[in-house]
């Protein structure tokens, strides 16, 4: 029976694979009419794609006041919407878009630019630490300018094929004078991306060039972009590169080191509409196949994010449970000052979206300490299950009759004994599948961890997407493993369940324990 239940979610699953295949599909054959723009004039009231807290954003805001602006977390997102056509075109630094159009034939860019002079700089906190690395940093990039060194590294990395292009040194680094953290957006290529499970990049390359000449370590903590200034702000990161263009905004709340790049930002547009490739399912399983698992080994990503996910669910589902079960125990005191405290805590933490609570724990309250990202996703998502304990408990308990705790009593034992021994058991079997449920919604929840550079299933997804370029089949990987993790949750819940059952106890189980008079 077990066999087939799996045969059958095998089945189930690769049908909605085929489906989805053939809604692309369907989608691709579908004829849009293909317009080229060739000035701003023309994208007026059009829709254009800007990168969340970018200066191009603000850019486009105030040149296309009656535009339809729509915001991604990286280009390559911006890309694919472009080429799918969701957008009509997309502004970002132009070297950015140069880099993308040899793998990309029907990619350009608008001659009218919207800024002529992009001013980049790597950012460090306004701390008298972040003051002097930012001096040190600087002083390196003047020299490097000044020797020439600097051009020869960005031909490197824009013109020259990549499977030339890696970053020795950057695991030569001794660490004699501190290891110093730089964060850093992994779509960002060609400034900053992950190739072979190895950062690779402009970025990495002169960073690690620094750290080489100054004695530093480098740690490198990939994240979105529009997590990379409040972690340095906070100082949980010491600085940060990536095309970070300077504003004086920015400039209030972390500091910017001489400059690293300076380039124009332009609107990206494409001047021939997309060639389809009609393929048949199998074909195209058996390319994203090879794209997503196999290139630069890119299956070991995928496994290394599972198992990210999996720690933060295997340790915030236990810990959650028994945080719960101790708040319902204060709140059962009755005491007026456990009682308040333990519904207001709660209260507040029940109004608050998990992604926020997240952020929250992150930069404010373990700002200024060494605890991992991992760690703090654990208590975020802790707290978040707690919650959903204590109100399963309420609703559990209040199921079973009285009379059980009395019985207990009968027995010899005491109430905390009888609640756990006898109250407890029958009401989980009331909200068993209501703990499952949960569970399943704290795995789905972890895919937010990224906002802390927390390397999840789904943060590794994105870096995948962002070095295959494409996003149907890195997508459908990720759920397909989400898919199978909560199968194994349901199937051991089932477990649990079977365990805990009264009806399945002996009365020689029932009676361990109890005292017996003569």
Not at 29 to 36: A, H, L, M, N, S
Not at 194 to 223: H, Q, S, W
Not at 274 to 301: A, D, Q
Not at 355 to 364: A, G, K, R, T
């Amino acid at each position: 029976m077990k066999r087939t239940k799996i045969y059958r979610s095998i089945l189930l699953l690769l049908a909605i694979l085929s489906v989805l295949s053939l809604l692309a599909g369907c989608g691709a054959k579908k004829e849009k009419k293909f317009v080229i723009y060739h000035s701003f004039s023309e994208l007026e009231d059009k829709r254009i794609g800007v990168l969340s807290g970018s200066v191009q954003a603000q850019m486009v805001e105030e040149r296309f006041p009656d535009a339809r602006i729509l915001y991604y977390n990286n280009g390559v997102d911006m890309l694919s919407a472009l080429k799918s056509g969701k957008i009509d075109a997309y502004a970002d630094l132009e070297e950015f878009v140069r880099y993308l159009m040899p793998d990309n034939d029907n990619l350009t860019y608008l001659d009218e630019k919207l800024s002529d002079g992009g001013e980049v700089g790597a950012i460090f906190s306004k701390t008298e630490e972040g003051k002097q690395l930012r001096d040190e940093f600087s002083e390196f990039i003047v020299k490097l300018k000044g020797s020439g060194e600097y051009e020869k590294i960005k031909r490197k990395w824009f013109e020259e094929e990549e499977d030339a292009t890696s970053v020795p040194l950057l695991y030569k680094l001794d660490g004699k004078n501190g290891t110093i953290r730089m964060a850093a957006d992994t779509s960002n290529v060609p400034f900053f991306t992950i190739k072979n499970r190895k950062p690779i990049g402009i970025d990495v390359d002169v960073a690690t060039r620094f750290c080489m000449e100054k004695g530093y370590g480098l740690e490198i903590v990939p994240m979105d972009m529009e997590s990379i200034l409040p972690s340095v702000a906070t100082s949980q990161c010491d600085f940060a590169c990536g095309g970070i263009a300077y504003t004086k905004e920015r400039a209030e709340n972390v500091l910017y080191s001489e400059l690293t790049y300076e380039g124009a930002s332009v609107i990206a547009i494409l001047n021939e509409p997309p060639e389809y490739v009609h393929k048949t399912f199998w074909i195209s399983l058996k390319e994203g196949f090879e794209k997503t698992f196999l290139r630069e080994e890119r299956y070991e990503l995928l496994l290394e994010g599972t198992e990210t996910t999996i720690l933060i669910t295997v340790l915030s589902v236990p810990l959650g449970t028994l945080l719960g079960i101790l708040f319902y125990i204060l709140w059962l005191r009755r005491n007026k000052i456990f009682t308040l405290f333990t519904e207001g805590f709660l209260w507040i933490l029940r109004g608050m979206p998990e992604v926020v609570l997240l952020l929250i724990l992150y930069y404010v309250i373990f700002g200024k300490s060494d605890f991992s990202s991992v760690f703090i996703a654990v208590v975020c998502f802790s707290l978040t299950f707690a919650v959903s304990m204590f109100g399963m408990l309420r609703s559990g308990v209040d199921s079973v009759n009285p009379g059980q705790i009395e019985a207990g009593y009968a027995l010899g034992y005491s109430r905390r004994k009888a609640f756990l021994r006898f109250v407890l058991p029958q009401a989980a079997m009331s909200f068993m599948p209501t703990y499952e449920a949960e569970v399943i919604s704290l795995i789905k929840g972890t895919s937010v961890v990224g906002y802390i550079a927390v390397q999840d299933l789904t943060k590794m997804g994105d870096i995948i997407r962002s070095r295959t370029y494409e996003a149907f089949f890195p997508l459908i990987v990720v759920t397909v493993i989400y898919f199978i993790l909560f199968w194994f949750v349901a199937r051991l819940i089932e477990f649990v369940i079977r365990k805990i059952n009264p009806k399945n106890r002996t009365p020689e189980q029932f009676l361990k324990g109890v005292r017996i008079h003569d």
